[in-house]
């Protein structure tokens, strides 16, 4: 069960078993007389000593509280698949390509190790950060694309050219081009860093499919769990530099969140489609 120490008392409070105690009870106080109404609040009373501590109501509490557990697990799960699967939909055809392929490659990894949750949710760890670079990547084209970088540095020269042309007493119009100037820079500057961040992430996306495709081969040579897991931990830790690019390219709230604890469940895709999620559980 749960690590944290249960308050049976509450539980107790709230359960079917209390409501009823406490019907009979104000029952018997509203057509008993003093001797019944003695025992009935003797009887409530010690329904709290003896009650909340029983092994069955323990092992009621255990399973109610095991249920809304696995309720909320599946419902957070339907939610992380179902905003995967709209991410997965923005990627252009010739990235979901690459994600296909990879998480069939990951499919087959899986498959030698059916039984192993831990190798099944480091690969989903992978899986999830490729997607994520994927994204980035295809913003930064997209950016880059629609920059017309030569524009910018000639409007850069003209305007350094018009600043060293101004009169002393045009000191409004210095301000407003030193302005325009700093303003261009910057510009500039943030091209030469998406040109940068692109050719990083074009090599960490590379590096991740050779990473998974080397555990597919280490999967079917060997098939000794422990030493697959220790390579798939490998690879995990190697992704934190990944990591770290996506989270100083982006503060997009979509592309940090979080995978749930339970994302071993989830299947991988094969081909261009993955199996829609479940529907969310409701208690």
């Known amino acids: ?34 001797p019944a109404l003695m025992v009935a609040a003797a009887g409530y009373a010690l329904s709290w000593v003896l009650i909340p501590t029983s092994g069955y109501f323990v092992r009621k509490v255990e399973e109610k509280l095991d249920l809304e557990k696995q309720i909320a697990d599946a419902d957070t799960l339907f939610e992380f698949q179902e905003r995967r699967n709209e991410l997965k939909s923005r990627l252009s055809a010739e990235s979901h390509m690459r994600y296909s392929a990879l998480s069939g490659t990951c499919a087959e990894v899986s498959n030698n190790n059916p039984d192993n949750s831990l190798i099944n949710s ?82 960490e996306l590379v590096r991740l499919e050779h990473e998974i495709q080397l555990l597919r081969a280490d999967a079917i040579a060997n098939k000794n769990s422990d030493f697959l897991s220790a390579k798939i931990n490998a690879s995990v830790e190697s992704l934190q530099e990944s990591k770290t690019i996506l989270k100083a390219m982006s503060n997009a709230e979509e592309l940090s969140l979080d995978i749930p604890s339970n994302i071993a469940n989830l299947g991988f895709e094969r081909g261009m489609e993955e199996a829609k999620p479940r529907k969310k559980v409701r208690a």
């Open 122 to 203: 480091k690969l989903q760890e992978l899986l999830w950060t490729y997607l994520k670079m994927l994204l980035m990547q295809q913003g930064i084209e997209k950016y880059l694309g629609e920059t017309n970088e030569k524009a910018i540095e000639a409007s850069l020269k003209e305007v350094e050219t018009q600043i060293k042309e101004l009169a002393p007493e045009q000191q409004r119009l210095r301000g407003s081009k030193e302005s325009l100037k700093a303003t261009l820079s910057q510009h500039k500057k943030s091209l030469i860093e998406a040109k940068e961040n692109l050719q990083i992430l074009n090599s």
């Open 1 to 34: 069960m749960n690590e944290t120490k249960l308050n049976y008392y509450a539980e107790f409070a709230k359960s079917k078993v209390h409501a009823a105690i406490g019907v009979g009870v104000i029952a018997t106080f509203a057509v008993a007389y003093l």
